[in-house]
């Protein structure tokens, strides 16, 4: 059973009991969350599309960590116009361990 959600306007694949690194969350390490921007669903048999959520699902899961990618560097420059610019950006992440992908029976569905 595999699940499509979507955070940080980035979509996501996510499988029961594997780990995901998400746009960051606003918890705290070791607490419960719950994701209810789910667009897909996948049970092995059947496959549910959203418009653009499905109603009644969400993913289940406990924040493992928070962190920072690695650094990226951004460099401009022009030539012959003595002109370069050196930028790096690390993204802030939380890493998710998911325990349940849930469907909750609707009567649309």
Known sequence: MYAIIERGGKQY???EGGKVRVEKFPVK????IQIKEVLSINDGSKTIIGNPYIDGAYVSGKVVSQGREK???VFKMKRRKDYKKKNGH?????ELLIEKIVMEATNGA
């Not at 390490?29 to 419960?32: I, N, Q, V, Y």
């Open 71 to 73: 650094k990226v560097i």
């Open 13 to 15: 694949k996510i499988l």
């Open 90 to 94: 690390r993204q802030l992440y939380t």
């Open 29 to 32: 390490e070791g607490e419960e």
